[in-house]
């Protein structure tokens, strides 16, 4: 059965609860605030209630600092511009010039980014020295990110992930705003001999080489081909260039859907199709042109979105994995609401939020393309999705609890996540990209429904 769509949802009868929401949120921000010890690093998840961190990559970072922002713009609050101008100058520049990890989308066009489109939407100040400040730590950052790269033998490429060059994962196609926001800034990656190379051109042949090996379409690729599934990561063999498998680091299996990656990809191909309305016909002729490269993004957008769809209990939420090895003991799980306190496997509540905000963002840009049934479909799963966070048990409404998005799943095959006494699987806790994008969702309903500028990563630039 999977998602039971409303069709009379719209974003104005969210805003009670989106209003309730940002109140929630506002005192967990601040207790963490108060609370956390920046020798400690980077709050990643919670443990039983407080923010823990985890080492691996220093990701989460500017979704901490990112989200006191996104508090600001809904509420106008200012000591949590405060927070968020103060930490992105204190914490951040280290994430800007960070060459060993895939995610310069997520940390500074969280942080700078955000505080640059409220400087752009005089929402704060014009200060021409801070603005010039924000829009530096974009371009370097766009450029760095993009310099980790491998080149495939179709003579393609991708921006690699930490694991190394080998190693394309499904997430990194969100992080690609990163280097469309430098683009547009016209900035450029300076390489040997002052070879400029285009960050559009590493833009699209990421995309491209995601779509084409992260993502499936049911075209008879591997015995598992199923349309809209995706890979978390995809493998090459950086001697020749060649596609070597698809494997999974957060995932069951590499036959197998991490929905979190899912996740990512359907609102990274909806947010980036969106971005290239802004790109002229020009500068997207030598790369292969509008209607090819936007035909490759939308049929990425569509088959994951439909997957996800396809894949979730009647509430909108997933589980952390489709082919999760305990899900046959949940019975017909997909033909009733998420529990994420079931004995078996655990949801995961940032993959919905995620997935939200693409299906939103994914129906709005089909709308603009005159189809209006498909956009109708996916903006009020969109919205589906969105009412169910807002409600308990997802949201957190434990002033105890520093968390505000609960029952995310950061890494359950590495056994990262916590389980509380008493319970056999991880429940009941928190995220700092979890909360965020949950935050990011609601930002951008509310502004839906207030008649507000529309909200794009790609806003810091009007």
Request: glycine fraction near 8%; hydrophobic fraction near 35%.
């Amino acid at each position: 059965m999977a998602i039971k769509i409303d069709s009379k949802l719209t974003p104005t009868k969210l805003v009670p609860a989106v209003e309730r929401m940002w109140d929630l949120s506002g005192k967990k921000i601040l207790s963490i605030e108060k609370s956390w010890k920046p020798s400690q690093g980077t709050p990643v998840f919670t443990v039983r209630g407080n923010y823990a961190t985890r080492g691996w990559t220093e990701w989460t970072q500017g979704f901490q600092y990112g989200a006191a922002v996104l508090q600001y713009d809904a509420t106008n609050q200012k000591p949590f511009l405060k927070i968020g101008r103060d930490q992105t100058v204190q914490r951040m520049a280290t994430h800007v010039s960070h060459i060993g990890v895939h995610d310069h989308g997520f940390n500074n066009v969280s942080t700078y980014g955000n505080l640059l489109r409220l400087m752009r939407e005089n929402r704060i100040p014009q200060n021409t020295f801070e603005q010039n400040f924000y829009e530096l730590a974009l371009k370097v950052s766009g450029a760095v990110q993009a310099s980790r790269w491998t080149t495939i033998a179709n003579g393609g490429g991708f921006v690699h992930s930490f694991n190394g060059p080998h190693s394309l994962f499904i997430d990194t196609i969100r992080s690609m705003r990163a280097l469309g926001v430098a683009h547009r800034m016209g900035h450029v990656l300076m390489a040997e001999n002052d070879k400029p190379i285009s960050l559009l051109k590493r833009l699209v042949e990421h995309a491209q080489s995601t779509a084409d090996y992260g993502v499936y379409y049911g075209e008879g690729r591997d015995a598992y081909d199923v349309r809209g599934r995706t890979a978390h990561e995809s493998v090459f063999n950086v001697k020749d260039g060649n596609y070597r498998c698809p494997n999974s680091q957060q995932g069951y299996a590499p036959f197998s859907t991490w929905t979190r990656g899912l996740a990512w990809a359907i609102c990274g191909y909806a947010e980036q199709l969106e971005f290239l309305k802004t790109i002229s016909d020009k500068e997207l002729k030598p790369l292969g042109g509008r209607k090819q490269i936007e035909a490759m993004m939308l049929k990425a957008a569509e088959a994951t979105s439909d997957f996800y769809l396809k894949n979730t209990c009647t509430d909108g939420i997933p589980m952390w994995d489709t082919g999760a090895p305990n899900l046959h003991r949940l019975g017909d799980y997909l033909d009733r609401p998420s529990d994420p306190y079931n004995d078996w496997e655990p949801v995961d509540s940032s993959a919905a939020a995620i997935a939200a905000q693409g299906l939103i963002r994914l129906g709005n840009y089909l709308k603009s393309k005159g189809k209006k049934q498909a956009a109708k479909q996916y903006f009020q799963a969109g919205l589906t999705v969105t009412a169910s966070l807002l409600e308990e048990p997802y949201l957190s409404t434990n002033d105890k609890h520093q968390g505000l998005l609960l029952h995310s799943i950061y890494h359950r095959p590495n056994n990262w996540d916590h389980i509380p006494r008493g319970k056999k699987i991880p429940c009941g806790e928190s995220s700092m990209w979890g909360d965020y994008h949950m935050r990011e969702l609601a930002l951008l309903v509310y502004r839906l429904a207030k008649k507000q500028p529309y909200l794009t990563f790609f806003g810091c630039l009007d």
